[in-house]
């Protein structure tokens, strides 16, 4: 199993423009997720999804936006990037347990490191 | 709203010794899941060992253990003969009925040949 993939590994953009991260998971997790990690910091949430069709915000959305359209892929979409959003950003997946619906440990990417310039 | 605080920025341990790394959490929940990731410089985020809130014995995963105690909301990662390998950011994490992980600020294990 690949588990959670992501690309591209490394990405230089200039102010202004767009892009795409992909994370594509092989695992039938119904939860995935999208974090940004800033030099010596922890994770911050971007995005999840608790399946297809179902997004919400997490504690920093703004400048992204996401879509789930099927189990596997969750893409994140930089609109006008800003140096704010250099960064190294995170893909995880999880299942959940059946009785509370709470996500158990999620799976983590290798991470894109972004750099907008 | 759930927080984690790893109040310890840094530590260092010598090659072979034990090293506990402290963790305390809030959270008004009854049933929740509780990890420790471990990041080494290739910032690959690694699942070191997880505790499901309603089991009392404590999670164990070869030479990691943790020490949880629901009452004090504590739960600190014990690591026994410490090996160069284990250098790394550590992290504990959260989850409850929102189904987010709250991470705490991290902390740089050294371990010390």
């Known amino acids: 199993n690949a588990g959670v993939t992501q690309t591209p590994k490394f990405r230089i953009l200039k102010i202004g423009q767009s892009m795409t991260l992909q994370c594509t998971q092989d695992?039938?997790?119904?939860?995935m997720y999208w974090y940004r990690q800033d030099p010596g910091m922890g994770l911050k949430l971007i995005y999840y999804?608790?399946?297809?069709?179902?997004?919400d915000k997490g504690e920093v959305p703004n400048g992204y936006n996401v879509s789930r359209s099927t189990t596997e892929d969750f893409p994140l979409r930089l609109e006008l990037a800003a140096p704010s959003q250099t960064s190294v950003y995170f893909c995880?997946?999880?299942?959940?347990?059946?009785?509370?619906?709470?996500?158990?440990?999620?799976?983590f990417g290798p991470g894109t490191r972004l750099t907008v310039t | 709203a759930q927080t984690v605080t790893q109040s310890q920025p840094e530590m260092s341990v010598q090659e072979a010794e034990t090293v506990t790394l402290s963790c305390t959490y809030d959270?008004?929940?009854?049933?929740?899941?509780l990890f420790w990731y471990k990041q080494p410089p290739s910032r690959q985020m690694i699942l070191v060992i997880r505790?499901?809130?309603?089991?009392?014995q404590n999670a164990t995963e070869n030479r990691f253990s943790v020490n949880f105690q629901k009452a004090a909301k504590s739960f600190s990662l014990k690591i026994s003969d410490s090996q160069l390998g284990d250098t790394a950011m550590y992290f504990c994490?959260?989850?409850?009925?929102?189904?987010?992980?709250?991470f705490g600020k991290g902390i740089t294990l050294s371990v010390r040949p």
């Open positions: 959270t008004s929940e009854s049933n929740y899941y």
């Open positions: 999804s608790v399946g297809a069709g179902i997004t």
């Open positions: 995880a997946s999880s299942s959940s347990d059946s009785m509370w619906r709470r996500s158990y440990e999620q799976y």
């Open positions: 994490a959260h989850t409850g009925a929102n189904s987010k992980l709250t």
């Open positions: 505790q499901e809130a309603y089991k009392q």
């Open positions: 695992m039938n997790h119904n939860y």
